[in-house]
């Protein structure tokens, strides 16, 4: 039996976690889950979206037995991995803030942290800051619309230059000599733009992207490989339950989900 690999997020930004996953893992089954329902997860009081994300996982672990699940959203796993991981057997790898490798990496010891306002607002980033600072000043930055930009992008309905430059902008201080050299995406979403956010950055930075590191937790936890065949064709599931547009049905197919 094919190892089983649960992907989820509040919408599509998990792909950019789902295809690296896919990559290190390209033997196991895999499930990809948008709670597009309850998209977007910034804005939810903590209290709503721990009842939420606990309820729907215990559904989705009887329904889809998985052998491991990636929460491939900073916004939920910043606040529900260890109520996730008290209730539940099945193991979990999370995605949070990359900020002790970007601010190990940073040669101007200035970096800025991109996320929702929820993630960039958590106790669980700060206490990452206090810890793996550094010596970098590192600048949070939330944003309220950048993930609903991406998923707009996956729609077929790309936002204006403009509205992306504005979200971004904050990212980038200049200031005693020293310029932001690094940003960290730490919403799943951001990925999504990455060629956009490179294009209007108003200089070259290194954007981080966890995704590759959390494909390595995710094999390193899933077992032992079959082979590098792949598995039985993933599957998405919507929680609204609709069916995907024709453009988002081409941009999933690019992300080797067929429905
Ligand atoms: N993809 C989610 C994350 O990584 C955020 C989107 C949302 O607000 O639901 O934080």
Not at 4 to 14: A, C, Q
Not at 142 to 166: H, M, N, R, T, W
Not at 173 to 189: E, I, K, N, S, W
Request: neutral net charge; aromatic residues 8%; proline residues 7%.
């Amino acid at each position: 039996m094919a190892t089983t690999i649960l992907v989820f997020d509040s919408g599509l930004g998990g792909l950019t976690v789902f295809r690296e996953v896919v990559k290190a893992r390209p033997d196991a089954h895999y499930v990809y889950v948008a709670d597009d329902a309850f998209f977007p997860y910034n804005g939810r009081a903590e209290a709503e979206l721990v009842a939420r994300v606990g309820a729907l996982m215990g559904e989705l672990i009887e329904t889809h037995r998985p052998d491991l699940i990636v929460i491939a959203c900073n916004t939920a796993s910043t606040l529900v991995l260890p109520h996730l991981r008290t209730r539940f057997s099945v193991p979990f790898v999370g995605t949070v803030p990359a900020i002790k490798p970007a601010c190990a990496g940073s040669r101007t010891k200035r970096v800025s942290v991109l996320g929702t306002e929820a993630t960039v607002g958590r106790e669980y980033t700060h206490a990452l800051i206090r810890e793996f600072a550094n010596g970098s000043d590192v600048k949070l930055v939330g944003s309220a619309k950048l993930a609903g930009f991406a998923e707009a992008e996956l729609y077929g309905a790309p936002v204006a230059d403009d509205l992306i430059a504005q979200e971004i902008a904050p990212c980038f201080v200049d200031a005693g000599g020293r310029r932001t050299d690094t940003v960290v995406l730490a919403c799943t979403h951001y990925p999504l733009l990455l060629y956009r956010l490179e294009r209007l950055a108003p200089w070259p930075v290194t954007f981080v992207d966890p995704a590759p590191a959390i494909a390595r937790r995710a094999a390193d936890l899933s077992g032992p490989k079959a082979g590098d065949a792949p598995g039985s064709p993933a599957r998405i599931v919507f929680t609204s339950s609709r069916s995907p547009s024709a453009a988002l049905g081409a941009a999933l197919a690019r992300f080797g989900l067929g429905g």
